[in-house]
């Protein structure tokens, strides 16, 4: 099955870290645009931030610029996301996705994961 496979999640103070990582299952994620997406109760599914196939190059949506830092390790499988100064407004399941696109739309992505769960809370 084609997946991918995400960890990392938790509880986490306010203002605290994670870092969650994201391995590719059944296939190799070299030749992909690899975006994390979250989606907390109630809401709707929203971009958090895609890396490039070729170059690294990272795009954030606004609210998680320079806060959050998505990286990849293609000799690894895996692409990881950093979350810094995390906020309540955070909490939501996080889960990552493959496109051929460059872009932070899930309708692009595919081979999506079951998500890990993040909780920031005091």
């Known amino acids: 099955q084609l997946q991918f496979v995400e960890s990392g999640g938790g509880l986490v103070q306010p203002g605290g870290s994670l870092r969650l990582s994201c391995v590719a299952s059944?296939?190799?994620?070299?030749?992909?645009?690899i975006g994390w997406f979250r989606q907390a109760p109630g809401k709707e599914r929203e971009g958090v931030a895609c890396?490039?196939?070729?170059?690294?190059?990272?795009y954030y949506a606004d609210s998680m610029k320079g806060r959050f830092t998505i990286s990849r390790d293609n000799a690894k499988n895996t692409v990881f996301l950093q979350m810094n100064a995390l906020e309540p407004e955070d909490t939501a399941v996080y889960s990552c996705?493959?496109?051929?696109?460059?872009?932070?739309?899930?309708?692009?992505?595919?081979?999506w994961g079951q998500g890990t769960h993040v909780t920031v809370s005091s």
């Open positions: 996705a493959a496109s051929r696109l460059f872009v932070l739309s899930d309708p692009a992505y595919f081979y």
């Open positions: 059944g296939f190799t994620l070299d030749n992909y645009v």
């Open positions: 890396i490039s196939s070729s170059d690294g190059t990272a």
